[in-house]
C-alpha cells in the first residue's frame, strides 16, 4: 500500500509537514457540517489520542457523495496539504484532496454513538472498545509500562527469562489453581485417582502457572539476575476491582540480594517505570486526569518523588490497632492483612507507598526465609495508595535444613520439589525477589477504578469472552 503518516509524527512535526501533501489513515470519530459547504473529520489512528482534524469541501470535490455518506466508526485514507489551523484546539489541519473509504460502518447498527459509555457496556464489545478515547489511551500506556519494565531490568544487567505457562508446581500453595488437561470430563470416572492422571497427556497432574518465581529462582542462581514477565492465572472467585483469574506479573530474582536489597530494588523500579510514563505518556496521562481522577498527575509525581516507608508487620497491626476506623475484618496479630487495612495505611496514615516487612510464618508460603525470631519471615509487600498491595516478594530460604523443616511444616512433598530442594543442596546462596502484579500497576498509572480496564480482555469468574 501507498505510504501513509501516523498521525503523531504530524503533530511531533508540524513544521516539517507544513504545506506538504500527505495520506493519513484510521478511523472517523465525529463529522460535522458547517453552512458553507464544508465539513469537519476528526479522524484517529491510535497512534496518539489527538485527533486530526480534516477539512473536506464538498463543491466540486470529486467525493462529495462519499463525504455525505460519511459517519462515525467509517475508516478512511485522506489525501490532502497540511496547514495551520486557524480553529482552537488544534495547531495543524489537512485540507482533503482525495477521500477513500476503506470500511463503512452503519449508523443503525455501529454501537459507538454516544459520546459516552460505561465501562461495563463496554466490556460487552471488547472487540470494540479499543476504539474509545480511554481504551486508547490505557492501551498506549500499558504499552508504555512494558517497555519501560524491559529497560530498567536491561540497564541494570538482569536477563530476560520465559518460565514455563504449564507447571506441576503451586508456589504460592494457596489452591486456586487452573488444571491443564486433555481428559474429557464427560468421560472420567468420578474416581480421582492416580491411574487417571497416568492417562492424561503429561502423565500426571498439570495446572497454569501462578506465578514464575520457582523457576525464576534456578535461573538467579546460574545467572545472577534475572527477570520473568509473562502471563499468570489464579482461579479464586473474587469479583473485586483487583483481581483477574488471567493477569500478568514482572518478577525479577537475584542472587547475592538480601531483603534490604530487594526493597530498594522494588522502590527504583516502580519510580522509574511511572517516571518513564508521565515523560512519555504525558497526553494520555493528561487525559485521565482531566476525565477520569482528577488527582492523577499530581499523585503520580508524588510517588516519583517521595521514598517509600518501610514499617514490620508487627508495626502495622499496632497502627491499626490504635487506629479509630471501623474495619469489616478483625485486626489481630497472625491474621493477613485485608483490602480495608492495606488502604487505611497507605491513605490515611502515611499518603504514600509503604512496604511490610516480616510477616507471620504461618500465613506466608513454604519458600521464604525464616528471621531469627523464628515466628517471622523476610516477606516484603509493597502497598500503594488506591490500590493497596501492587507486590508481593521475599528474601528466600537459602538453608538447606530451614527449607526442609519449613516443607514438613507446611506439607509441602520433598519429592515433587526435589529439583528446589537441590538448589540449596548444590551451591545455594541467598537470593531474593518479587513479583509485581502489571494489570494493578497500570490501574494505578491510569487512575481507573476497575481492573477490568487496564487488560485488553479481562478473564473473571464467569468471563472469558473474545
Ligand atoms: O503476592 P503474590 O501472590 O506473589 C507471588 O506470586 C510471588 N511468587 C511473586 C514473587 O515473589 N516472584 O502476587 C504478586 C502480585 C500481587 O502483589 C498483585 O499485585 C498481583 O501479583 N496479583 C494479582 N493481580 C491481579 N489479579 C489477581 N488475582 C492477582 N493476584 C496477585
Ligand atoms: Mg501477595
Same mark, same amino acid.
Given at each position: 500500500m501507498q505510504q501513509g503518516v501516523r498521525i503523531i509524527e504530524l503533530f511531533r512535526k508540524e513544521r516539517e509537514y507544513l504545506e506538504k501533501s500527505v495520506l493519513v489513515r484510521g478511523w472517523v470519530r465525529t463529522k460535522r457540517e458547517s453552512k458553507a459547504g464544508i465539513s469537519f473529520i476528526e479522524v484517529n489512528? *491510535? +497512534? /496518539?489520542l489527538r485527533n486530526l482534524q480534516i477539512i473536506a469541501e $464538498?463543491?466540486? +470535490?470529486?467525493?462529495q457523495e462519499v463525504l455525505e455518506k460519511l459517519t462515525t466508526g467509517c475508516s478512511i485514507g485522506v489525501e490532502g496539504k497540511v496547514v495551520a489551523s %486557524? *480553529?482552537?484546539?488544534? +495547531?495543524i489541519e489537512l485540507h482533503a484532496a482525495k477521500i477513500e473509504v476503506y470500511g463503512w460502518a452503519d449508523p443503525a447498527t455501529?454501537?459507538?454513538?454516544?459520546k459516552r459509555h460505561s465501562f461495563e457496556f463496554l466490556r460487552q464489545i471488547a472487540h470494540l472498545r479499543a476504539r474509545t478515547n480511554t481504551m486508547g489511551a490505557v492501551t498506549r500506556v500499558r504499552n508504555r509500562l512494558s517497555y519501560a519494565i524491559h529497560q530498567f531490568f536491561q540497564e541494570r544487567g538482569f536477563h530476560y527469562i520465559q518460565t514455563p @505457562? @504449564?507447571? #506441576? +508446581?503451586? /508456589?504460592? *500453595? &494457596?489452591?486456586?489453581i487452573f488444571r491443564v488437561t486433555t481428559l474429557d470430563p464427560t468421560r472420567i470416572s468420578s474416581a480421582e485417582s492416580e491411574a487417571i492422571y497416568q492417562q492424561d497427556f503429561f502423565g500426571r497432574p498439570t495446572y497454569l502457572t501462578v506465578s514464575g518465581q520457582l523457576q525464576a529462582e534456578i535461573y538467579a542462581l546460574s545467572l545472577g539476575q534475572v527477570y520473568t514477565f509473562g502471563p499468570t492465572f489464579r482461579a479464586e472467585n473474587s469479583n473485586t476491582s483487583? $483481581?483477574? &483469574?488471567e493477569f500478568w506479573m514482572v518478577e525479577p530474582e537475584a542472587a547475592f540480594c538480601d531483603l534490604q536489597d530487594n526493597l530498594q530494588l522494588a522502590e527504583s523500579f516502580i519510580k522509574a517505570i511511572i517516571g518513564a510514563c508521565l515523560d512519555e505518556s504525558a497526553e494520555d496521562i493528561d487525559f485521565f486526569t482531566r476525565f477520569?481522577? %482528577? #488527582?492523577l498527575r499530581a499523585n503520580l509525581e508524588h510517588i516519583v518523588n517521595s521514598s517509600f516507608e518501610t514499617i514490620t508487620y508487627t508495626q502495622a497491626i499496632d497502627l491499626l490497632k490504635k487506629s479509630t476506623e471501623n474495619f469489616t475484618f478483625p485486626v489481630e496479630w497472625g491474621n493477613d492483612l485485608q483490602a480495608e487495612h492495606e488502604r487505611y495505611l497507605t491513605e490515611?496514615?502515611?499518603r504514600k507507598p509503604v512496604s511490610i516487612i516480616d510477616?507471620?510464618?504461618? @500465613?506466608?508460603?513454604?519458600y521464604m526465609r525464616v528471621n531469627?525470631? $523464628?515466628?517471622?519471615? &523476610?516477606a516484603m509487600d509493597v502497598l500503594m495508595p488506591g490500590?493497596?498491595?501492587i507486590i508481593g516478594g521475599s528474601q528466600r530460604e537459602e538453608r538447606l535444613e530451614v527449607l526442609l523443616e519449613q516443607m514438613r511444616l507446611k506439607g509441602i512433598s520433598t519429592e515433587d520439589y526435589r529439583w528446589y530442594v537441590e538448589l540449596r543442596e548444590f551451591g545455594t546462596a541467598p537470593h531474593s525477589g518479587f513479583g509485581l502484579g502489571f494489570e494493578r500497576l497500570v490501574q494505578f498509572t491510569t487512575?481507573?477504578?476497575?481492573?477490568?480496564? &487496564? @487488560?485488553p480482555f479481562p478473564r473473571t469468574p464467569g468471563h472469558a469472552d473474545f
Open positions: 489512528d *491510535g +497512534s /496518539c $464538498h463543491r466540486g +470535490s470529486g467525493y %486557524p *480553529g482552537k484546539g488544534q +495547531s455501529y454501537p459507538l454513538q454516544k @505457562i @504449564i507447571t #506441576a +508446581s503451586d /508456589c504460592e *500453595g &494457596a489452591g486456586d483487583r $483481581h483477574l &483469574a477520569v481522577q %482528577p #488527582a490515611k496514615v502515611f510477616f507471620p510464618r504461618a @500465613i506466608k508460603p513454604f531469627d525470631d $523464628h515466628k517471622t519471615v &523476610a490500590i493497596g498491595e487512575g481507573l477504578g476497575n481492573i477490568r480496564e &487496564a @487488560i
